[in-house]
């Protein structure tokens, strides 16, 4: 929990965003200073990011010149303690980034997530000193990404059924098996792949699973190429593949046999992180569709003047809102130290399947006009549904959801 007396900087990323410069808050606010937050996120999104990843999205191309300005606006660092040059911010202000960006492109979002909650998140928290020494400080200035390697080609969902080995030889883990569907493994400014691998046998018969980090350009690490996605077309995603790969001994992250369950601590904060994306997402369309049902006339009047058009529109605004109530308060309960993995899931389950409702029907508002790729409602539709995937699936949530309610599964 971040102390009320923490503070972090905003550093000018650019000069036409003049609200960015000199900003400070308090990482445990009052409402006023996290509208304040919100924003300097918001308008960065609005004056730098919209007006170009539209052509950078169709290109498929990786935004560094957007990931290195929201490095100066000290995003990457935003959760993180001011005492490791964070931002001393929480899981709340981390979510309002998240939902801001989000509401103008997710795959940019998603880098910043992914960066921070899967690359920066897992050294900081378990990491020896050596390697937090070696790795935090360009992690949280967001000078490098680090990738985080769980999901495997013969499984998705049953991630702990890993099938990725490391083994001792010598002084060195002799990692072999495959990744899939890796955030950040592949850019420019990628320093490693953390990867869960099977490194033994429990006593209770079961798999020994220990995370392990791989820096890029270690013989044996074959990065592959990017995938030609649906959505996220920005965000950089590919397998990896590690072939007789050698690394130090210490080059555990945390203690051997946990990986799993360390991973399983981060993601319940990274589905919160999520939902807070998705609902930038829906916000995002609901945007979109109020802006033109107000402009765009038929039958001599604007859409929006149709009731049939009009209450489509307020359902979008009602997903929107119980999406935000939904995250703000797992976030909330998550810095509080309270339970939150129920509220995790439906934060998760319920924003994700609002962004895909309010993807659908924005994209219905528009017409034609909407299947266009030129639109941004287009590229929220082919955004949206990865987001009751990863993360864990809806039906992951709704399992996870009903185990915490006690239900005999």
């Known amino acids: 929990m971040v102390d009320s007396a923490t503070r972090f900087r905003f550093a000018s990323h650019a000069p036409q965003v003049k609200p960015c410069d000199d900003v400070r808050m308090s990482g445990h606010t009052a409402s006023d200073d996290r509208e ?97 020494d070696r790795w935090l400080p360009d992690l949280i200035s967001g000078r490098a990404l680090g990738a985080f390697g769980l999901t495997e080609p013969s499984g998705g969902s049953d991630a702990g059924n890993t099938q990725t080995t490391a083994a001792v030889i010598g002084d060195s883990w002799q990692l072999n098996g495959e990744k899939c569907f890796i955030t950040n493994a592949g850019t420019s400014l990628t320093v490693f792949v953390t990867a869960t691998a099977a490194t033994g046998v429990r006593e209770d018969g079961r798999q020994e699973i220990s995370t392990i980090l791989v820096p890029t350009g270690a013989a044996g690490l074959d990065v592959g190429p990017a995938y030609s996605k649906v959505g996220w077309r920005c965000s950089d995603t590919r397998p990896v593949a590690f072939v007789d790969c050698q690394v130090p001994l210490d080059n555990v992250v945390g203690e051997r046999g946990r990986g799993y369950a360390q991973f399983l601590s981060i993601l319940d904060e990274g589905r919160i992180a999520i939902a807070a994306l998705s609902t930038g997402l829906a916000q995002g369309c609901l945007d979109e569709a109020v802006r033109y049902s107000k402009q765009r006339e038929a039958f001599g009047r604007p859409i929006g003047a149709h009731q049939g058009l009009a209450f489509q529109i307020a359902d979008m605004a009602a997903r929107v809102h119980t999406s935000r109530l939904a995250w703000e308060d797992a976030a909330w309960r998550c810095v509080n130290r309270r339970p939150f993995k129920q509220q995790a899931a439906i934060a998760k389950l319920v924003s994700s399947e609002a962004a895909m409702d309010n993807a659908r029907t924005a994209t219905q508002v528009f017409g034609g006009s909407g299947f266009m790729n030129d639109a941004p409602v287009g590229r929220f539709y082919r955004d949206a549904k990865v987001l009751e995937i990863g993360e864990g699936t809806s039906e992951i ?13």
């Open 397 to 409: 949530q709704r399992l996870l959801i009903a185990r915490e309610l006690g239900l005999p599964l």
């Open 36 to 132: 304040t937050f919100r924003g300097v996120v918001a308008d960065f999104a609005r004056s730098v990011v919209a007006p170009v990843i539209g052509e950078k999205y169709e290109k498929g191309e990786f935004p560094v010149d957007l990931v290195e300005q929201m490095a100066h606006l000290g995003l990457f660092g935003l959760p993180f303690p001011e005492s490791i040059g964070g931002g001393g911010g929480d899981l709340l202000d981390f979510g309002i980034a998240l939902e801001e960006i989000g509401r103008v492109d997710s795959s940019l979002a998603i880098t910043l997530e992914a960066a921070v909650s899967l690359g920066a998140t897992p050294i900081h928290r378990f990491g020896s000193a050596s390697q937090q």
